[in-house]
């Protein structure tokens, strides 16, 4: 029996930090790229109640908000304890091959990513002065995930998966 109760616990817990970081990661990347969840929207900070320091947030022209987006970065450990980074680098991409990727982030930086087969690729295929989100893992030079963004959709409401009647 107890070990039933220890593994509802460990899925409950479980449940619970992925949630919490789904909607913080949401509510964050949601208004960077223009539009949060459609269950966002009803929100305490959906927009029009943000706290003081965020309000400002929301007069960004819808044009100019993946400019603001500066990137990301989660620190998390695993199961046995050991440190992981997570870190999300958006910019525009000024050297694009099949084997690495260049971009000048938008922190005013440039990033040299190596691509390979394990690096997941997601939306448009990446070319040169595109909008790009780059994901590593620990502070690594190898791109784990690319996407291309596409400023049209970002710009005009909302990436797709938090569009919404008004």
Do not use: C
Request: glycine share 10%.
């Amino acid at each position: 029996m107890s070990r039933v109760k220890f593994s509802l616990a460990v899925l409950g817990t479980s449940l619970v930090l992925v949630g919490a970081l789904g909607v913080a990661g949401m509510f964050a990347v949601g208004h960077a790229f223009a539009n949060a969840a459609p269950f966002m929207q009803q929100a305490q900070w959906s927009g029009q109640n943000l706290p003081p320091e965020l309000s400002g947030l929301k007069d960004i022209p819808a044009a100019d908000r993946f400019a603001h987006f500066k990137g990301i970065q989660a620190n998390l450990t695993d199961k046995d304890g050991k440190p992981l980074s997570v870190t999300v680098t958006p910019g525009v991409a000024t050297n694009v091959s099949s084997t690495s990727l260049t971009l000048n982030g938008n922190d005013g930086a440039s990033h040299t990513y190596t691509l390979d087969a394990q690096t997941v690729t997601h939306g448009q295929t990446v070319a040169q002065g595109q909008d790009v989100v780059v994901v590593t893992l620990n502070n690594g030079s190898n791109a784990t995930a690319v996407v291309g963004v596409d400023p049209s959709a970002t710009h005009q409401g909302g990436p797709p998966w938090a569009q919404h009647q008004r």
